[in-house]
C-alpha cells in the first residue's frame, strides 16, 4: 500500500467510527441529559441543539417510570 492508500484507509476507519458515534444511543443520551443540583435540589436538564434548555424539578416527582420503544430503547433507557 502507498501512503496516500494508507492515509484513505485512515480517513475511512475515521468516518466509520464518528458515524457509529454518533448514533450510539448510550452516547447520545449522555450528551443530552444530565443531572444537577441547585440550591439543594435535584434537576433533570435535557439539552438540544439550536433550542433551549428544558430543565425538571425531580422533587416534583414520587416516581419516575420509562416507556420506550424500538431497537435502542433498553440502551437509551439505561
Excluded at 475515521?14 to 443530552?32: G, Y
Excluded at 434537576?43 to 417510570?65: F, Q
Amino acid at each position: 500500500m502507498t501512503a496516500n492508500e494508507h492515509q484513505m484507509s485512515r480517513d475511512a476507519l475515521q468516518m466509520v467510527n464518528a458515524a457509529i458515534k454518533a448514533v450510539d444511543p448510550n452516547i447520545a443520551v449522555r450528551e443530552r441529559l444530565s443531572i444537577e443540583c441547585e440550591n439543594d435540589q435535584l434537576m433533570l436538564v435535557a439539552k438540544s441543539e439550536g433550542a433551549h434548555e428544558l430543565t425538571y424539578d425531580m422533587s416534583n416527582y414520587d416516581t419516575i417510570r420509562i416507556i420506550s420503544f424500538g431497537k435502542a430503547s433498553a440502551a437509551m433507557a439505561l
